[in-house]
């Protein structure tokens, strides 16, 4: 069956196009963001910073923590629409120094 672009099946199916369009470039948004954050920890993982070996474990640590918070709040206000569920990793000793 074929709508016509005025109808409401019509504009209806345009606004669903028009809604996976935007989610789809928010996706692709999504991915370039941490596709240049892993860049980053990878080149942190190349410096040789001898007079504090822990520096760029702290830089990366960073990183790691504020995409993850950036992400959990993102999933938190899509909670209400989509049951998403954050599994908390727990921390082990070694990490806490």
Same mark, same amino acid.
């Given at each position: 069956m074929i709508f016509g672009k005025h109808t409401e099946e019509g504009q209806a199916i345009q606004k669903l196009q028009n809604t996976i369009k935007l989610k789809e470039k928010e996706i692709k948004d999504i991915k370039v963001e941490c596709a240049e954050q892993? /860049?980053?920890i990878k080149?942190?993982?190349f410096i040789n910073d001898?007079?504090?070996?822990y520096l760029s474990l702290k830089k990366i640590h960073e990183i790691a923590s504020d995409n993850f918070s950036a992400l959990v709040k993102d999933l938190a206000i899509d909670e209400q629409k989509e049951n998403? /569920?954050?599994?908390e990793l727990p921390t082990t000793v070694q990490s806490r120094k």
């Open positions: 892993f /860049k980053n080149d942190l993982c001898y007079g504090d070996k998403a /569920k954050i599994i």
